[in-house]
């Protein structure tokens, strides 16, 4: 029984050990202002100066789906932060992006302050190309970004209360639907005036090219009805 009870505690030890150090995450959290923009962010680098984010586009999953989601940029800062600004550098891309894709453009993201994103932040990215494909982070896709701080101090009141921008542009409707800002807490809670329901949702998000079952009956028993008249047409 003793060494049943000394395994689970090297077990539990072990598994603590073994944890990954997360410090904030949210899991397909959707917001905008003309359409919704749906994306999972994960943040890891706890008791060290160097966080790394990892974003995913996962606006197809999200309210009414937006599968033409393509991520352009996105910033990350916190209104109450007092220290040094972090160093940005890019990460390994993952999930068929392509790093080259971005770069750091802008040491501070004011850009997205209609959206309600304040304080000191980071604006990744670069402007799509004019036609599809673009470069940027597609529905499905990830990609991560390094914020460097001077101290393990800065780097934990920086996650106090950060902020997470995403700049979305409609893919293969942006004549229509034009480009979208959400802004999310660290929580995944959505901030500002894209805490509001996008007036464009229900045009921009696209919509279900699948027939319905119901449908499908409905054809089927239409065209079976035509057998008999084909028949007496032929006799």
């Known amino acids: 029984m003793i060494r ?3 395994a689970v505690a090297l077990l539990a030890i072990g598994a603590t050990i073994a944890a990954p150090t997360a410090n904030a995450q949210f899991t397909n959290a959707c917001a905008g202002v003309d359409f919704y923009t749906c994306a999972t962010l994960a943040v890891s680098g706890q008791g060290t100066s160097t966080l790394q984010f990892t974003v995913t586009n996962t606006s197809n999953l999200g309210l009414g789906g937006n599968p033409n989601s393509v991520f352009d940029e996105f910033g990350v800062g916190n209104g109450s932060f007092g220290g040094t600004p972090p160093t940005v550098t890019v990460g390994t891309a993952g999930g068929g992006a392509v790093a080259s894709n971005f770069v750091v453009t802008d040491a501070n993201a004011t850009s997205f302050s209609g959206a309600g994103f304040t304080g000191i932040g980071t ?3 670069v402007e799509p190309t004019n036609d599809p494909p673009h ?4 529905d499905g ?4 970004f390094f ?5 393990t101090t800065d780097a934990s009141a920086f996650l106090n209360g950060f902020q997470f921008a995403v700049h979305d542009l409609q ?6 639907c034009g480009s979208n800002k959400a802004v999310f807490s660290s929580t995944g809670a959505a901030v500002g005036a894209s ?3 996008p007036t464009l949702a ?6 279900s090219t699948v027939p319905e079952p119901s449908s499908m009956a409905l054809l089927g028993t239409g065209l079976f009805g035509l057998v008999p008249v084909l028949r007496r047409r032929r006799k």
């Open 123 to 125: 604006l990744l990215g």
């Open 171 to 176: 893919g293969l409707n942006i004549d229509a």
């Open 202 to 207: 229900s045009t921009c998000n696209g919509t």
């Open 141 to 144: 896709q990830s990609m991560s």
């Open 195 to 197: 805490a509001g329901t």
């Open 135 to 138: 470069k940027g982070l597609m």
């Open 147 to 151: 914020l460097a701080f001077t101290s």
């Open 4 to 6: 049943q009870l000394k």
